[in-house]
């Protein structure tokens, strides 16, 4: 798919009379990609049903052969929402890329259509615990259907998805629009002006920085509130992010909320936690949606560590080392922390301690990465 941000996707909203939904269609699937869509009451496959990562990178597919029977008709008009996932970034980046739609029919709509991510047998019970986050983009959004099994639809709205990862973070000038019109507007900005998102007690699989508590304790000295994203309640973050002028984050999938409600003045810095480019994506939103890039820190030593068993291409469950003193030395620079020189890196002792720590909690081996 052709993807270029500066490009308006209103003129190819689609209004369908009976369309057929599918989430699990006929054929094979590929990688990230499986068969599904939506189809025409006369059999068509309406390609803007498709489903992205990226630009080239497809999620839902046109399956193979011709469109199944409907096991059930969906009276009243609903907005496709296209693949629904329960993970946060990937929800926030992939399955809110069509809501814009909403600023550009002229019509009631009854709710939302989504593709579920997995196949369950209460199919119910998986868009349960996401229907908060869609009434803070739109009430009639939380009256959400996630069929497991072909459905028609007395009315349906298709829209292009316009927001993604990496050259999809840019987002569709309308996707920009309506986040900013309406997205979580009824949440009033509350908590503290300097932040920093922490992972030090996300469960041990998770990759994160060693002597994370040592950071912690030194942006604290220098009146940074710890923040804990995955412990609060998604109006708390929301309000703290409003709230913040000054944020430092891993590159990590809070910073795809924060990225929503931050404005031009506030300042970022993204300190890397793993090889690699994955902080691109965190810069392309920001500037998008803020028009400012945020600051990239790379103060990694070269040291890193897996558990026993995951995958060489897992970088998000790397445990990484910081030169701390660089760090420090960076954040000064830039204006986040005013007694760099308090800075240091910690013994090899305490990090070796803190591996065996880890390992024993998650009853695996720390491997280093060669």
């Avoid at 991510?117 to 009639?140: E, N």
């Avoid at 050259?167 to 986040?179: I, L, Q």
Wanted: charged share 25%.
């Amino acid at each position: 798919m052709a993807f270029d941000p500066q490009v308006p996707l209103a003129p190819r909203i689609q209004i369908l009379e009976n369309a057929i939904v599918v989430p699990f269609g006929a054929g094979k699937r590929s990688g990230v990609r499986r068969p599904g869509g939506v189809y025409t009451a006369d059999g068509v496959f309406v390609d803007d049903s498709t489903c992205y990562r990226t630009s080239d990178l497809a999620t839902i597919a046109r399956p193979k052969g011709k469109a199944p029977e409907p096991v059930e008709h969906l009276k009243g008009t609903h907005l496709y929402g296209g693949l629904l996932y329960q993970h946060f970034g990937h929800f926030l980046a992939e399955s809110t890329g069509r809501f814009w739609a909403l600023n550009h029919v002229d019509m009631p709509v009854d709710g939302s259509v989504f593709l579920p991510k997995k196949k369950l047998t209460w199919p119910k019970r998986y868009a349960r615990p996401l229907r908060g986050w869609l009434a803070h983009f739109d009430p009639v959004l939380a009256n959400v259907q996630a069929p497991v099994e072909p459905v028609s639809v007395e009315r349906l709205i298709i829209a292009p998805q316009g927001f993604g990862t990496n050259d999809m973070m840019w987002a569709c000038p309308e996707y920009r629009d309506y986040v900013h019109g309406h997205f979580a507007k009824d949440i009033p900005a509350a908590g503290a002006e300097k932040v920093y998102i922490s992972r030090s007690k996300l469960f041990s699989k998770r990759g994160r920085y060693l002597a994370e508590e040592r950071i912690e304790q030194l942006l604290m000295d220098e009146g940074y509130t710890i923040f804990h994203p995955q412990a609060e309640p998604l109006e708390v973050q929301i309000a703290q992010y409003k709230a913040a002028t000054h944020i430092i984050s891993s590159d990590s999938s809070a910073l795809h909320l924060a990225a929503f409600f931050m404005g031009g003045e506030d300042q970022i810095a993204i300190v890397k936690r793993r090889p690699g480019r994955i902080f691109e994506d965190f810069l392309w939103q920001f500037e998008s949606f803020t028009g400012k890039r945020p600051a990239v820190i790379d103060a990694l030593n070269g040291a890193a560590y897996r558990f026993e068993g995951t995958g060489e291409g897992q970088t998000s469950e790397l445990f990484t080392e910081l030169d701390l003193r660089a760090l420090g030395a960076e954040l000064g620079a830039l204006g986040f922390v005013s007694a760099p020189s308090k800075w240091r890196n910690p013994t090899a002792k305490a990090l070796a301690e803190e591996r065996a720590e880890w390992a024993a909690r998650a009853e695996r081996a720390l491997e280093p990465v060669v």
